[in-house]
């Protein structure tokens, strides 16, 4: 698999003596400065197992967390719109072959009213997502795109939709410039397995098959102008740590070719979709090595987001919201037209089984519960800090200030309009404290954020 050295992986994970306390130590006062770390460093932090090492490695990516992102955790919701595919990954109910679901893709009409529910309990950030086939009429780019319009159409009240986000199939480069003309946030595709013998027997056939291809992908988008990309792998399928080590030597490819890196990752984990496969994960990974893999790549790439879904349960997602994550998804469906009254409630179609079935409103209060600022925020695709830009405020941790006021902005959008009266009292207390913290230029701002949305606008931002 191109730029995936499986030998030299191997290598840092099985030779060598594992890093004592004393040399944990010292890799994570490096991550603690924001400095990216080496593969060997990210490897020998893979290889902890002892208590005291690991609670160090905890505790410092709850610090680097905080120094780039501070307090907040934006949320999203994802948006299936098809499952039809052509592929025929063997651990997901969407491949090809499975007749035992009901195959469905949404019209405009139904993305619409999709997305006005969505709207209608307060949600601002989407992420479409689709199975890998056109559906019949119309190219794949068309129906992503006309989908993608008639998202950003709904309105409900003063609230639309801010930013949709996708994952969808791998596109050509004129396609993806498409993709970037129709308005997206974040392009995101998962490679699934960086293991290339894994990936061809999961894999068996559809334009999936092809390893180098889905690889390849991402670097077409950057050349299409898209400059913030989600990648991912799905763990289970292969050895957690070597998944975790590929992850990182992708990202330096992409830093080495486009000078910067993804925007986001994310860390799914193997659920139950219905599928022989699933029930026989062949690499478990557990609780512990889950938490561990989430906090390296929190240390590894200091300035990255990552992403947590609802395959997690919520005692998981709660204990992770402070381990370094900085993205998580709320009242996840995942089949097509499963939110609305009329839709299929999820019984039919869905891709994979969910563990967190809160409701967003639940998901907030439990955020606040752990003095963790709910976000809604997306300023930063509206003004032009993507990419490039984004990171160079990432990195050296200044990004947080900007994400600080904009994260207390949309939340008190939230609670005005949309949250329970319980929530309500517990997020004003919290904006109050929080406000007590910044300094006096950033409180007048904020003033006069609130002064305004008091006066029924939406959507301001720094």
């Not at 090809?96 to 469905?104: D, L, Q, S, V």
């Not at 129709?182 to 960086?194: D, N, S, V």
């Not at 080590?245 to 139950?272: C, D, F, Q, W, Y």
């Not at 904006?431 to 606008?457: H, M, P, Q, W």
Request: include cysteine.
């Amino acid at each position: 698999m191109k730029y995936i050295d499986e030998a030299r992986i191997w290598d840092l994970l099985k030779t060598g003596r594992r890093a004592g306390i004393e040399d944990i130590a010292g890799i994570l006062r490096k991550s603690r400065a924001l400095e990216r770390l080496t593969l060997s460093e990210a490897a020998a932090l893979l290889r902890a197992e002892d208590p005291e090492s690991l609670n160090l490695i905890f505790e410092a990516a709850r610090c680097v967390k905080n120094a780039v992102y501070g307090s907040r955790v934006v949320l999203f919701t994802p948006l299936y719109i098809s499952n039809f595919c052509s592929n025929g990954c063997v651990y997901c109910a969407f491949q090809a072959n499975n007749t035992g679901i009901e195959r469905r893709q949404l019209s405009e009409k139904e993305i619409l009213e999709e997305t006005q529910w969505l709207l209608s309990r307060g949600h601002k950030r989407i992420l479409m997502v689709a199975g890998e086939k056109a559906p019949a009429g119309t190219s794949t780019i068309e129906y992503y795109t006309q989908s993608i319009r008639a998202i950003y159409s709904a309105k409900v009240g003063a609230n639309n939709i801010r930013r949709v986000n996708v994952n969808v199939a791998p596109l050509s480069t004129a396609e993806f410039r498409e993709l970037k003309r129709a308005g997206i946030g974040t392009y995101q595709l998962f490679q699934e397995t960086y293991h290339d013998a894994t990936y061809r027997q999961v894999h068996p056939y559809g334009s999936k098959s092809d390893p180098d291809e889905r690889l390849d992908a991402i670097d077409r988008a950057f050349l299409a102008g898209i400059d913030d990309v989600g990648i991912g792998a799905l763990y289970g399928l292969y050895d957690y740590r070597f998944e975790t080590l590929a992850l990182l030597m992708h990202i330096g490819h992409l830093e080495n070719k486009h000078r910067v890196g993804p925007h986001t990752i994310s860390v799914p984990r193997i659920e139950p979709a219905g599928v022989a496969f699933t029930e026989q994960v062949p690499h478990r990974v557990s609780d512990g090595e889950f938490k561990k893999l989430v906090a390296v790549l929190r240390l590894a790439v200091p300035y990255t987001g990552i992403i947590l879904s609802t395959r997690e349960t919520p005692a998981m997602r709660n204990e992770l919201f402070t381990l370094g994550v900085s993205q998580v998804s709320a009242e996840s469906c995942t089949s097509p037209g499963a939110h609305t009254p009329g839709g299929n409630n999820g019984n039919a179609g869905t891709q994979f089984t969910l563990n967190d079935h809160r409701s967003l409103d639940e998901v907030i209060d439990a955020l606040m519960a752990r003095d963790l600022i709910p976000s809604f925020c997306t300023a930063c695709y509206r003004t032009h800090r993507t990419g490039e830009a984004f990171m160079n405020l990432a990195r050296p941790g200044t990004i947080q200030g900007k994400c600080r006021l904009n994260a207390l902005v949309t939340l008190r959008e939230y609670l005005d309009d949309f949250a329970s009266s319980a929530v309500k009292k517990k997020g004003y207390e919290l904006i109050n404290r929080v406000r007590e913290t910044l300094d006096e230029e950033d409180k007048k701002r904020l003033s006069v954020f609130f002064e305004d949305i008091a006066k029924g606008a939406r959507d301001e931002y720094v």
